[in-house]
C-alpha cells in the first residue's frame, strides 16, 4: 500500500493551503495535489446591494491585496453606471494602488519568501522563517520593517486604511491630495526606490545567483502566461490597459480586458474548492499533464514581465533587459517569480515617482458625478497575485444582479499543482525524503505567491 | 532566553488574512514584541505546522469548515488566554452574511451558474464540506478576550499584546468611532436622507447631520475613525457598540435612526426604514453573531426576503 504525504497548512503563503503526495508501493510519487480549503462566496452575497458600497465590501476577499480589489470594483461600477472618473480621481486611484504593490512585494520576498534563501532551504524548520531572519542578519531585517512601516504609513496617513481601503469611491477618489502631502510622498518614494535598487542587487548576489541550480530545476514547467500591457506602446502596466494572453511558444493574442469571456474559462476539480482558470480560445480544453498542458496559463510577476514589450520606466527596464538577456522570452522557471516581482518592486517605486511628479495629481476635482442605473461593467487590474477580474451587472436602482470574480491567485492554482508535482517527482525518489526536501516542494508554491 | 520568553501561537480560520497581516504591520513595534515574546505557529510567518503549548494564542477568522472547528479546539487545548482576533473572529464577520443566504445558494452561484464556469457538481473529495453557517468561534470553544476590527488598528493590538505580555488587566475602551472623528454634528433642518453618491459631503461636518447615514455612533471604536476621517461615512466594520450589545431594546438601526432624527428634521421611522432595506450593507458584519442575531428587534432575515419579493 502507498501512502500519503500531507503538508497542512502549507505555510508562509498568504492564503489557505495543503498539499498531498500520494507515494506508491515503492515510495515514488504517483501524483500530488494542492487543495485551496476555503470558499466565502463573495460573488453570492454582494447580489442585491447598491453596487457603490460594494468596492468597500470585496476588500474583505483578501487582506493582502484589498487595494486591488477596491479598484478593481470601482472600476466596474464606473462601469456598470456609465460613469468615467475624473483624470484626477484616476490617477489617485493608480496612485494608492502602485504604492500598494511596493509594500506587497517587500512583505513578500522578506517575511515570506527570504527565509528560504537567507538561511537555506534546509534549515531547521523552527527558524527558518522571518523571526530566525532577524536573528541572522539583523540589520537587514530592521531596513526591511522599517521599509514596510514607511510604505505602509505613507498610504494609511493619507487614504485612511491601508488593509481593507476606503479612500477610492464610485466617480474616482474621495479626498484631494495636498501638495503638503505630495512632497512628503516624494521624499518616501525616493527611499524607497533606493531600497528597491538595494533589494535587486542584495538578490542577484545572494539568492538568484547562489542558487541558480535550483532555479533551474525546481517546480519548473512549460506554460503560457496572461498580463496587462498598455494599449498603445504595449509596455508594462498593473492599473489599466488591454490583456495579453501569450502561449509557451512566446506566440500572444491581446484583447480589450471586457471581452475576457471569450478568452478565459473556469475547470472546476472536484478536490479544489477553487476553479481553475485556463484559455478557453485556445480551443485545447484543460488537463495538468506535465509533458503535454493543455489550456495552462500562468499569471502575477513572472508572467507580466514576460508578455510586455519594454518597462515604460528606466530603472525597471534596465532590469527587465538584463533578466531576457540571461533568462531569454517568455522564461519559464517557477523560482524566477521572485526576481520578476523584484523588478516589478522597482517599476512601482518609479512610477509612484511619476504619478506624485504629474501636474494634475493635488487638483481638487477628484470624483465625477454619479447616477446609479442599470448596466454592466469589468473593472480589471493586475494584483500582485494576478490578473483580477470583476464583472458586474446592475439593475435600474443601481444594485448588483450578477457577479462574476478571478481573482488573481486561482490563474495560477493549475500551474500550482503541477509545479508541487513536478517537484515532488524529482526530489522523493524510492521512499527517500526529509523535510527540507518537502520545504522545497512547498517553495515551488511560495514563488507563487498565492 | 527563549525559557523566559511569553510563548505565543496564531492560527487564521476561514478570513481574509488581513488581521494577520496587521499583526506583522505593528512595524517596528513588532520587533519590541519580539524581544519579549516567541512566536511559534504563525502560518503566515512560520513553518511550525502543530499546534505547541503557548501563553497566548491569537484566532483570526470564523468557522465554516471542519477544519476550522478542529483548528479552534486544539488552538484552545494548548493556550492558555485565547483572543478572538478581528471582526471575524468576534462576530462572524463579512463572510456571516453566509447567513443570509443557505450553503447551497452560495456554491451554486459559484460553480453553476458562474459565467465563466460551466460545473455540473461542488468539490468535495478529500476536502472538509462547508458547514452549514458561519459560526464565530466563542459559539464551538471558550474566548478570553475579544479584539474586534476588520482589521483591528496597530494602536489597539500593541495595547492588547503589552497588557497581556506585562500581565496587566487589560483596559476596555468603550467608545464608539465618534469619539475620535472629527467631524461636528450639529442640527439641520435636513429633511431627506441622501445616497452616498449624492452630493459632496463637506468634510467637517458629521454625516449624520448632512442627511447621510453613517453608523459611527453604534460601532465600537478599534479603528480610530479612518473612514469618515477620509471623507467616506463608517461602515461599522468593528462591530456594534458596547451599549448596542448589552441593552436588549438596542440596536444598529435604531441606535443611528435616533441620533440621526435629533441631528436633523428627519424621522426616526424613516431612517430605520431604510437601514431594513439595505440590511445586508447595514449588518455585514456582525450579522452571524448571537449577540446580534438573537436581538428581539433583529429580523434580518425577514427584511431581506422583504426586498427580496419586491
Ligand atoms: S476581521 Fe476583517 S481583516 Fe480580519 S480576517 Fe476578518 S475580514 Fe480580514
Ligand atoms: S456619526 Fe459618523 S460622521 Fe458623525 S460623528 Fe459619528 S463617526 Fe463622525
Ligand atoms: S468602517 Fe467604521 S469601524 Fe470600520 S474602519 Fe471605518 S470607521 Fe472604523
Not at chain 1, 487543495?35 to 460594494?54: C, D, M, T, W, Y
Not at chain 1, 474559462?265 to 485545447?284: D, I, L, N, V
Not at chain 2, 519579549?36 to 502560518?43: A, L, R, W
Request: net charge negative; charged share 25%.
Amino acid at each position: 500500500m502507498g501512502k500519503v504525504l500531507n503538508l497542512a497548512p502549507v505555510s508562509r503563503i498568504e492564503g489557505h493551503a495543503k498539499i498531498a503526495i500520494h507515494l506508491d508501493d515503492t515510495g515514488n510519487v504517483e501524483d500530488a495535489f494542492m487543495h485551496i480549503q476555503s470558499l466565502r462566496g463573495f460573488e453570492k452575497f454582494i447580489e442585491g446591494r447598491p453596487a457603490e458600497e460594494v468596492p468597500r465590501i470585496v476588500n474583505r476577499i483578501c487582506g493582502i491585496c484589498p487595494w486591488m480589489h477596491h479598484t478593481a470594483s470601482n472600476k466596474a461600477v464606473d462601469g456598470a453606471f456609465g460613469v468615467t472618473p475624473t483624470a484626477t480621481g484616476h490617477k489617485l486611484r493608480e496612485l494608492l494602488q502602485v504604492m500598494a504593490h511596493i509594500n506587497d512585494k517587500i512583505l513578500h520576498f522578506f517575511f515570506l519568501a527570504a527565509p528560504d534563501f537567507v538561511l537555506g532551504p534546509d534549515a531547521d524548520y523552527s527558524v527558518r522563517n522571518v523571526i530566525g531572519v532577524v536573528k541572522a542578519a539583523p540589520e537587514l531585517a530592521t531596513k526591511v520593517v522599517q521599509m514596510r512601516q514607511l510604505g505602509q504609513m505613507m498610504i494609511e496617513r493619507f487614504a485612511g486604511k491601508a488593509i481593507h481601503p476606503i479612500a477610492a469611491v464610485v466617480g474616482g477618489f474621495s479626498k484631494p491630495l495636498l501638495e503638503s502631502e505630495r512632497q512628503a510622498m516624494i521624499k518616501d518614494t525616493q527611499t524607497l526606490l533606493d531600497f528597491a535598487e538595494y533589494t535587486l542587487d542584495f538578490a542577484k548576489n545572494n539568492v538568484f545567483n547562489k542558487y541558480l541550480e535550483v532555479i533551474k530545476q525546481l517546480g519548473v514547467i512549460k506554460t503560457g502566461f496572461l498580463g496587462t500591457i498598455d494599449k498603445n506602446d504595449k509596455s508594462f502596466r498593473i492599473f489599466d490597459g488591454d490583456l495579453r494572453l501569450m502561449k509557451a511558444d512566446g506566440t500572444f493574442t491581446d484583447f480589450k480586458t471586457e471581452d475576457y469571456l471569450d478568452y478565459l474559462g473556469e475547470h472546476t476539480e472536484p478536490w479544489c474548492f477553487g476553479k481553475m482558470p485556463y484559455a478557453k480560445s485556445w480551443g485545447e480544453g484543460f488537463d495538468m499533464n506535465l509533458d503535454a498542458p493543455k489550456g495552462i496559463y500562468r499569471s502575477n510577476t513572472l508572467a507580466r514581465i514576460n508578455v510586455c514589450d519594454h518597462i515604460s520606466t528606466p530603472k525597471a527596464n534596465a532590469a527587465l533587459e538584463e533578466f531576457r538577456s540571461v533568462f531569454g522570452r517568455p522564461a519559464q522557471q517557477t523560482l524566477l517569480y521572485h526576481y520578476a516581482r523584484l523588478i516589478e518592486l522597482i517599476y512601482a517605486c518609479e512610477r509612484t515617482l511619476e504619478l506624485l511628479n504629474w501636474d494634475g495629481i493635488t487638483d481638487t476635482n477628484v470624483r465625477a458625478e454619479v447616477t446609479p442605473g442599470a448596466g454592466r461593467g469589468v473593472g480589471v487590474v493586475e494584483a500582485p497575485r494576478g490578473t483580477l477580474i470583476h464583472d458586474y451587472t446592475t439593475d435600474e436602482n443601481g444594485c448588483i444582479t450578477k457577479a462574476n470574480l478571478i481573482v488573481g491567485t486561482t490563474h495560477n492554482i493549475a500551474p500550482m499543482n503541477m509545479s508541487v508535482k513536478q517537484s515532488a517527482i524529482a526530489l522523493i525518489k524510492d521512499g527517500k525524503y526529509d523535510q527540507g526536501i518537502l520545504n522545497q516542494v512547498e517553495m515551488a508554491v511560495r514563488a507563487y505567491d498565492p | 532566553m527563549s525559557g523566559e520568553k511569553v510563548l505565543l501561537n496564531t492560527e487564521w480560520l476561514c478570513d481574509c488574512g488581513g488581521c494577520h497581516i496587521a499583526l506583522v504591520d505593528l512595524h517596528e513595534k513588532i520587533l519590541n514584541v519580539l524581544e519579549s515574546v516567541e512566536i511559534q505557529k504563525c502560518p503566515v510567518l512560520t513553518d511550525i505546522k502543530e499546534y505547541p503549548e503557548a501563553e497566548i494564542g491569537i484566532l483570526t477568522g470564523s468557522i465554516r469548515t471542519e477544519h476550522d472547528r478542529h483548528a479552534a479546539l486544539e488552538m484552545r487545548k494548548k493556550c492558555k488566554t485565547i483572543i478572538a482576533f478581528g471582526t471575524c473572529a468576534v462576530y462572524g464577520g463579512l463572510h456571516g452574511a453566509g447567513l443570509a443566504h443557505s450553503r447551497e445558494e452560495l456554491v451554486d452561484c459559484v460553480y453553476k451558474n458562474s459565467k465563466t464556469t460551466k460545473t455540473d457538481f461542488v468539490p468535495s473529495e478529500r476536502i472538509d464540506a462547508l458547514s452549514h453557517e458561519v459560526t464565530p468561534i466563542d459559539e464551538v470553544i471558550d474566548v478570553d478576550l475579544y479584539l474586534p476590527g476588520c482589521p483591528p488598528h496597530a494602536h489597539f493590538i500593541f495595547e492588547s499584546l503589552t497588557t497581556l505580555i506585562e500581565k496587566k488587566k487589560p483596559e476596555t475602551n468603550q467608545e464608539t468611532v465618534c469619539g475620535r472623528c472629527r467631524r461636528v454634528m450639529k442640527k439641520t433642518d435636513v429633511t431627506e436622507i441622501k445616497d452616498p453618491l449624492e452630493g459632496v459631503p463637506d468634510e467637517h461636518t458629521c454625516f449624520l447631520s448632512q442627511g447621510y447615514i453613517c453608523l459611527g455612533s453604534a460601532t465600537l471604536d478599534r479603528c480610530l475613525a479612518p473612514c469618515p476621517n477620509h471623507g467616506v461615512a463608517c461602515s461599522g466594520c468593528a462591530g456594534p457598540s458596547m451599549q448596542i450589545l448589552t441593552e436588549p431594546t438596542r440596536d444598529i438601526r435604531t441606535e443611528v435612526a435616533d441620533r440621526m432624527s435629533r441631528l436633523t428634521n428627519i424621522p426616526a421611522e424613516k431612517v430605520k426604514q431604510r437601514i431594513e432595506s439595505s440590511a445586508k450593507t447595514h449588518y455585514a458584519y456582525a450579522m452571524a453573531t448571537k449577540m446580534v442575531g438573537n436581538k428581539p428587534t433583529f429580523l434580518i432575515q425577514k427584511w431581506i426576503a422583504d426586498v427580496e419579493a419586491q
